[in-house]
Nanobody, 126 residues
């Protein structure tokens, strides 16, 4: 059974930090990413990482504050979030797929991912 399970969300004050984790199981994931969805808004891209970790890209809104990483041996992906602001408040989702079969491929659109976690809530208070 293919599963992606997020953890690490919570309530934090503006300027604080959180580290999200995504535990993957059931298949080998190549392209993996974090998305988020705020109330009343569409799900948006946050960060993406290739299987080799050689390629990582970020949304402009989080560039320089968030860092994506992965540990293939442990089947884990992470999102270190620093200097959090209230606008970062959202449900954060882990996404993965393996259609590319490439260790350097990254995908930015939610339509390119078949597998999703259930989400973890991040709330940043001002």
């Amino acid at each position: 059974q293919v599963q992606l399970v997020e953890s690490g969300g919570g309530l934090v004050q503006a300027g604080g930090s959180l580290k999200l984790s995504c535990a993957a199981s059931g298949r080998t994931f190549y392209e993996m990413a974090w998305f988020r969805q705020a109330p009343g808004k569409e799900r948006e891209f946050v960060a993406v990482i290739s299987r080799s970790s050689a390629v990582a890209r970020y949304a402009d809104s989080v560039e320089g504050r968030f860092t994506i990483s992965r540990d293939n041996a442990m089947n884990m992906m992470y999102l270190q979030m620093n200097s959090l602001i209230p606008e970062d408040t959202a449900i954060y989702y882990c996404a993965g797929d393996n259609r590319s079969g490439s260790i350097r491929y990254v995908a930015f659109r939610k339509e390119q991912y078949r597998y999703w976690g259930q989400g973890t809530q991040v709330t940043v208070s001002s």
